[in-house]
């Protein structure tokens, strides 16, 4: 991928890669732990069409990691204020993991900058997200994190995970290779600090906390696409059949054989999946009124649509971790943010 970029908002450093110029833009954000990195599978080949912004979340890869707002709102605040440094006006915004939950978000609060949605085995479509991660947001988490990096620890782990590549299914092993590749990126503390705010903000032990269920319904005539592996063993893929229900119109494919990371797993069907999505929809303008409208109609019967949504979505828990500016519907995941810094 092209060299990374660096660019201060708010006083703190955001990496970015900007590849392409076509007059359509993806927006691409990773998930937990991660940072642009996982998408250089993928991004080269959107850039043959499209212009690509990659950036590294706060807290993430080479991006500042202060104490500050890690909240999904946050995040979705911090990737418009880096659209307005870049001189961007609508995106088509795809998002992995929690990734997802943040392009959800920044869907529902900017509609009028979005132009299409395409969720990675997203967060938000459900409680059910695996124990290891869950186990991550109790006490005593940060002080185990930090021992895990210790050299005893680290050859341990990677002959855990030397053995998996081995024995282990190929889907399990893929994603047991990407959670030992985001373990290593913490070794730094304050890279450690900025993961577990982030998880315990949409996290707690039972499972996720953050949801898009009750919005959902805004997402009416937005482009929407929901990708998945159906060997997901971090967030099932029962959520993309959720997904479905709860944005009517949406696309959905699923992976065979695919686990947590189609985008590294099977770089040339996601491609395709996403190139022949963009190319097969327009861009959703965004309608005030209708947005108003939806809102005075349709808002008091969410609690009766998300209840049952929850219910048919009762799945079984899955174990192991881990330069032509496009100018200016929604979608949901948790509360709008204020306009605070990341």
Known sequence: MDEQRMVKLH?????????????????????????????????PAFAERYTVIAPDLLGHGRSAKPRADYSIGGYANGLRDLLGALDIDRVTVVGHSFGGGVAMQFAYQFPERTDRLVVVAGGGLGSQVSVAFRALTLPGASVALGLSHLPPSRLALGALRAAA?????????????????????????????????????????????????????????????????????VLPVEHAKAAAELMPGAQS???????????????????????DFVEGTQPKRWDARRWRHLLQTQSADTSKRSSSTLEDAKYSTSTPTADSPHKACSDPATHPAKDVDE
């Not at 065979?256 to 999946?273: C, K, Q, S, T």
């Open 11 to 43: 006083g703190h450093a955001r990496a970015f890669r900007l590849l392409g110029n076509g007059p359509t833009v993806l927006l691409l954000v990773h998930g937990i732990g991660s940072d642009c990195v996982t998408w250089d599978t993928v991004a």
């Open 165 to 233: 590549g081995l024995v282990a299914p190929a889907a399990l092993a893929a994603d047991l290779n990407e959670a030992y590749t985001v373990h290593t990126g913490l070794r730094d503390p304050a890279a450690r600090s900025a993961f577990l705010h982030v998880l315990r903000h949409v996290a707690d032990w039972q499972g996720q906390l953050i949801t898009m269920r009750d919005r959902a319904y805004l997402a009416q005539g937005l482009p929407a696409l929901v990708v998945w592996g159906d060997q997901d063993h």
């Open 253 to 275: 494919v699923v992976l065979p054989g695919i686990g947590h990371f189609p985008h590294r797993e099977a770089p040339e069907e996601f491609v395709r999946a996403v190139t």
